[in-house]
């Protein structure tokens, strides 16, 4: 197993990894350095405790939706810096706790269409139904656009 010391040892590495002995590797060192400083930041942030990136799901129940309506509770602070002596702040307690095993979230879907109408009348049947009509000559760069344009509209 390959241990390399240095920045110019993992990139020799990543090359002979690609094939470079036996095939002309057609990448600028621009390229590699850029990659090698993806990776060194993806283990910086991934390595410490064996994280993992996972899609995890959760339904909000009734209790939840009405505990998350918040109770706002405001705090004055008192200090002079730049002529403010005091400043009033507001905060409300309308979070969801996570287990200690969540060390972050990156990103929330939401998973219904409740904000656009239903049915017939619904945006994503509309743009499907014109789709359907050529199945089979569309292909998948499509149908991913209208997704990614759906997600824009429901966020």
Do not use: W
């Amino acid at each position: 197993m390959a241990k390399p010391s240095s920045r110019e040892e993992l990139k020799q590495y990543c090359l002979r990894k690609l094939g470079k002995p036996v095939l002309e590797v057609n990448v600028d060192d621009d390229q590699i350095e850029d990659l090698i400083d993806d990776a060194v930041q993806l283990y910086h942030e991934r390595h410490g405790e064996g994280i993992d990136r996972v899609f995890l799901k959760h339904k909000l129940t009734k209790e939840e939706r009405t505990a998350m309506v918040g109770v706002a509770q405001t705090t004055t602070v008192t200090d002079t810096f730049g002529g403010i002596s005091s400043a009033d702040y507001t905060e409300q307690a309308n979070y969801l706790p996570l287990p200690d095993t969540i060390i972050g979230v990156n990103k929330i879907f939401k998973m219904d269409s409740s904000t656009l109408s239903a049915g017939m009348f619904n945006i994503k049947y509309q743009l499907f139904l014109n789709d359907l009509y050529y199945y089979g000559a569309i292909d998948l760069l499509n149908y991913s656009q209208t997704k990614s344009y759906l997600e824009t509209i429901d966020y």
